[in-house]
């Protein structure tokens, strides 16, 4: 088949290879930017995110407060960048330590099989049985809210979808042909998995993180709306939205900013999931 044809039975094409280099590379950019915010945020904020003026709160955007003023009067640009700091430190950390034990512990359930499957596997299912963020939100009320706790509690979620991917793509890869033939030639069991069959599987879990972290910059977000999460004076995104809540009639600008500012990282991380999808699918790669 000519290269420059569409193959309707695998949907791979030059349109989809652009169309997935064009999400990872705007994804990419994304994550760099947020990363950026997050490491530079006190040499890029325009004002202190603590500093407070009560005469010009709720103030609309102007030439000095590009975004406005919240009800103390403080920057909400500023308060925006230094927020990001906290929605990188929950991505980064929730997902490490969650891809981490989901990998570990998914791929030992996936080649062991037995009791051992089972036991791993049982643990998932209780898990799974609860809403995700009514867990959280439950575990921040015995915990107590602060920012170390929400991570806590998200990544005593998130390691469970890790954990079955994984284990879906052992259970798959130790039966192929390499992999008898390296148990023939009497390798053990963990040279077997880490050196041959977890190499193998990993390309999927990429693609998992990256969706992973959107959704625990949204679960900070939701638990610290609540309440739950970040505490004040520390500037967060849900907890801006939150305290925005009331004047949302008369001060738009309190929530529209942050909520737009999560919007954008959101689908971002999202965009760059599509396009680790497309580029790390074989069918896109002739």
Not at 44 to 53: K, R, T
Not at 85 to 113: E, F, W
Not at 204 to 219: D, K, Q, R, T
């Amino acid at each position: 088949m000519n290269k420059f044809t569409w193959d309707s039975s695998t949907g791979s094409g030059p349109r989809a290879q652009s169309r997935g280099n064009f999400s990872f590379w705007f994804g990419l950019a994304v994550f760099c930017g947020l990363v950026g915010c997050a490491v530079f945020a006190p040499y890029i904020a325009p004002f202190n995110p603590f500093d407070q003026n009560l005469y010009e709160g709720l103030n609309s955007s102007s030439s000095d407060h590009l975004l406005g003023q919240d009800r103390l009067g403080r920057d909400i640009l500023s308060r925006i960048i230094y927020g990001s700091q906290v929605s990188v430190l929950v991505a980064v950390l929730t997902v490490g330590v969650s891809s981490i034990v989901g990998v570990l512990l998914g791929a030992v359930a996936g080649y062991m099989g037995g009791r051992v499957d089972e036991i791993i596997m049982r643990v998932c299912d209780v898990l799974l049985a609860f809403p995700g963020i009514l867990l959280a939100i439950a575990l921040m009320a015995v915990l107590g809210p602060s920012l170390s706790n929400v991570i806590i509690a998200l990544c005593l979620m998130g390691w469970v979808g890790y954990a079955r991917l994984v284990r879906g793509q052992v259970l798959s890869i130790r039966e192929r042909e390499f992999v008898q033939a390296t148990r023939a030639s009497g390798a053990g069991n963990r040279r077997i998995l880490l050196r041959h069959i977890l190499p193998n599987a990993l390309s999927p879990v990429l693609v998992e993180a990256s969706f992973g972290m959107a959704s625990a910059i949204v679960a900070e977000a939701g638990l610290s709306f609540l309440g739950l999460g970040v505490q004040p004076p520390s500037a967060s995104w849900g907890s801006m939205l939150n305290q925005g809540r009331p004047y949302l009639l008369i001060a738009p600008h309190l929530t529209l900013f942050p909520g737009l500012a999560i919007m954008a990282v959101v689908m971002g991380f999202n965009f760059l999931g599509d396009g680790l999808r497309d580029l790390l699918d074989p069918k896109q790669n002739y």
